[in-house]
């Protein structure tokens, strides 16, 4: 079936630092990803849309010059978090979304996430 | 807009227990699909189910089962005779339908689950 690839799993990074987190979508084209954090306990929260060859969305209230999102191919989006801070730590997870979301009656494949810690 | 309200933060139960976790939701939508997935404590999502709004029948899937009741708006989620390897965080998520545009979902607050031996 369809696979997202997210990597890194883990990163630790020094505070002040940038790390790039990596979506793929390893079967199949996907046209939408979006991009989500969870706080420790929390809920998944949007964070921002990005469809292949334009500028993501973000929702209100997420800095998108700090969180830097590329979706320069139908395989790949990336999210770049620059000069992060401690309270950038946090779990970020991707999905996917494309044609064979719809035909394998469902809506996104998620990624296995990125354990940002931020020290 | 959509919403989705898990009331339960977290629930333990001893194994071998029935338990079901609650799921309300709001949209203006007529259509829209409603999912559940499981959360262990690795983190990754693991998709269980996905409903669309004009199928209300109920569905079993081995010691899962969901009720689905549009008149309530809710969308519960059982599991029966519990085992610690269902101890995880339980989402809850909605999203209009995809050929309106792939849009993302909106989840629950989660329920987090403890089954105890």
């Known amino acids: 079936g369809a696979v997202v690839s997210q990597h890194p799993s883990r990163v630790i990074c020094k505070s002040g630092t940038s790390v790039k987190i990596e979506c793929r979508s390893l079967?199949?084209?996907?046209?939408?990803m979006f991009w989500y954090r969870q706080f420790p306990k929390q809920s998944l929260m949007l964070m921002a849309t990005?469809?292949?060859?334009?500028?993501?969305?973000?929702e209100q209230g997420v800095e998108k010059d700090k969180f830097l999102i590329n979706h320069a191919s139908l395989t790949l989006s990336t999210l770049t978090v620059t000069s992060a801070h401690p309270e950038d730590s946090s779990f970020y997870i991707c999905s996917a979304s494309g044609q064979k979301t719809t035909t394998m009656n469902t809506e996104a494949f998620f990624g296995q996430g990125t354990r940002l810690t931020v020290v | 807009a959509q919403k989705v309200t898990q009331a339960q933060t977290e629930i333990s139960v001893v194994e071998k227990e029935d338990v079901t976790l609650d799921c309300v939701y709001e949209?203006?939508?007529?259509?829209?699909?409603l999912f559940w997935y499981k959360q262990p404590p690795s983190g990754e999502l693991v998709f269980l189910i996905r409903?669309?709004?004009?199928?209300?029948q109920n569905e079993i899937s081995g010691r899962y089962s969901w009720n689905f009741q549009k008149s309530t708006s809710s969308f519960n989620f059982t599991i029966t005779a519990s085992q610690v390897v269902d101890s995880a965080v339980y989402f809850c998520a909605l999203s209009p339908p995809a050929p309106s545009g792939n849009t993302p979902l909106v989840f629950g607050k989660g329920t987090r689950l403890s089954v105890i031996a």
């Open positions: 079967d199949f084209q996907a046209t939408t």
């Open positions: 409903r669309n709004s004009f199928d209300e």
């Open positions: 990005s469809n292949e060859g334009s500028k993501a969305t973000y």
């Open positions: 949209t203006r939508d007529t259509t829209y699909y």
